[in-house]
Structures are given as C-alpha cells and as structure tokens.
C-alpha cells in the first residue's frame, strides 16, 4: 500500500497502519491459494460510532464521529475506546467475532505494539525509577501509617470507655520503621 502523504516526506496515515494490521493479521501463515479465496470473500465489516463526536474535529472532520471499516480497512473515523475497548459492537469484539480468539489476541498484541511505539517516540513513558519511593519518602509514609494506627488504639480506648489507657510507641503495623 502507497503512503497517502507524499511530501514533505512519504508518511503513512493511522488508517493505513490499522488497514495493514487488520489484512495482515488475516493473512498470516496462508497459502497462496487460501489468500486468493480470502480476498474473493468479503472481511469484516463494521459501523460504529467513537465518543468523540465528530464536531469535535471541525468542518473537515464531520465524518470521524463514525466508524466504517469494508473488508478489514479502515476507511473512516476515529478509533477510540469505544472500538478497543470491552464494546460489544467495537472493532476487537467484531475481529474476534469473524476470526476467533487467536486473531483477536494477535490483533491485540499488534494494536499495543504500535501504541507504545507512538507512545516513545512521541509522548512519554515511565520506568520502574519514576514509580518507586526513595528512602526519605517513604519513611514519612510509614511513620503517617503508624500515627493512624496509634490514633486508632486512642479512640478505640476511648470507645471502650478506658480513660486512663496508656498509648505505648510501639510498631503497630509490624513494619520496621524505627
């Protein structure tokens, strides 16, 4: 399939790259003689509608708010949550409908491959560094733990009506904190 966008350099649009995923998917590991009667048979076929409403897109855009793919190409609209997502009438729920499980997991698979590809090359990602607390961190976290858990055996002395109950400083949760 050509690039739609020739200059100023060729670029393939995201239905292009959607359109490839679908037919190649179908495709894989036939003969020559099972793709001829796969493309003399029509794919799948689905209408949908994407949340984002097609006034979103401005006057160019009126037809995205609806979803039309012919054959296992995509030939309009904005695919969103809607048709990934757990959507009865969505574009994974109709791939596995027409072409089973493994299909639709590879259709999956391929799917998250070429959002993270976009993701790196053009948003962000985060490493197990970003998620994980340094030291100082995360002993004010254990020490709030603890306050909770000393404020809890105040008032449930107090509910149990022991006035003179001593709050010891101890390691409530079990956690090595001091």
Not at 67 to 93: P, W, Y
Not at 139 to 153: Q, Y
Request: charged share 25%; with cysteine.
């Amino acid at each position: 399939m050509p690039p739609q966008i020739l200059k100023p350099k060729r670029l393939w649009t995201g239905k292009q790259i959607i359109s490839t995923l679908l037919k190649n998917i179908v495709l894989a590991g036939k003969t020559d003689k099972e793709v001829k009667r796969i493309n003399k048979t029509c794919g799948m076929i689905l209408e949908g509608k994407s949340r984002l409403k097609a006034s979103e897109w401005g006057p160019l855009g009126k037809s995205e708010g609806e979803v039309i793919i012919r054959d296992n190409e995509l030939l309009q609209g904005t695919l969103d949550s809607s048709q990934f997502g757990k959507a009865e009438q969505g574009m994974v729920h109709s791939f596995y409908e027409c072409y089973g499980s493994i299909k639709a997991g590879e259709l999956l698979t391929s799917l998250a491959r070429v959002f993270l590809n976009f993701i790196q090359n053009n948003g962000f990602t985060v490493g197990l560094d970003d998620l994980v607390l340094n030291k100082e961190c995360n002993l004010k976290r254990r020490m709030l733990i603890e306050k909770g858990h000393m404020n809890g055996m105040i008032e449930a002395a107090k509910f149990a009506d022991m006035p003179k109950y001593n709050i010891q400083k101890l390691n409530y949760s079990n956690r090595v904190v001091f």
